[in-house]
């Protein structure tokens, strides 16, 4: 097994006239990041390096994105200032932070008469026998039903608790 060297060189990445130019360019195009980075033919790490010892690569970026920001600004505000309301709404919103006023009107007039609440409140509970579980239980049966047959042969329930009280179905 041979091994073959690979001759590598480091590359010296510095803040040139021509690479500041490249910076401030790509940034006003909006790229950021990695992409800027890439973009620049440069790995993110290399480009982080050079905004660390070059001020003036950071600045590049800075004011790239700032003339981009003022070029788009002056479009917006010509479009409104043509009649667009949809750009002219935009500019309210977004930069001067306006928003539209809401209106809110809400009228209740229906008054809650207790008495009359309670009057419905007692037409709608079921009369009914309450039945003891422990009763049931002891009779037999899990719902407190005993399930007889009467001499005509019709089933008659009656109740565990209170054998007096039958209905016939």
């Known amino acids: 097994m ?9 590359r010296v990445i510095a803040a040139t006239e021509a690479r500041l130019e490249q910076i401030y360019q790509t ?26 010892r070059d001020q ?18 002056g479009v917006l505000r010509t479009a409104a200032l043509a009649g667009d309301t949809k750009a002219a709404l935009d500019i309210l919103k977004h930069v001067h932070k306006w928003t539209a006023p809401q209106a809110v009107q809400v009228q209740v007039d229906q ?7 309670l009057e419905q409140a007692k037409s709608r509970i079921i009369e009914g026998y309450v039945i003891d579980s422990s009763e049931a239980v002891d009779a ?30």
Do not use: C, W
Not at 2 to 10: C, G, H, K, N, Q
Not at 111 to 117: D, V
Not at 146 to 166: F, I, M, Q, V, W
């Open 111 to 117: 008054k809650i008469s207790i008495t009359h609440a």
């Open 27 to 52: 940034a006003k195009l909006g790229l950021k990041g990695d992409a800027l980075a890439f973009a620049l033919d440069m790995t993110p790490a290399e480009y982080r390096a050079l905004v660390s």
């Open 140 to 169: 037999g049966t899990s719902n407190g039903l005993l399930d007889n047959r009467n001499e005509d042969g019709r089933h008659e329930r009656t109740y565990a608790s209170n054998p007096e009280k039958s209905t016939d179905l």
């Open 2 to 10: 041979t091994f073959v060297s690979l001759p590598y060189e480091p």
């Open 56 to 73: 003036m690569a950071q600045y590049a970026e800075e004011r790239g994105r700032a003339e981009a920001e003022a070029e788009m600004a």
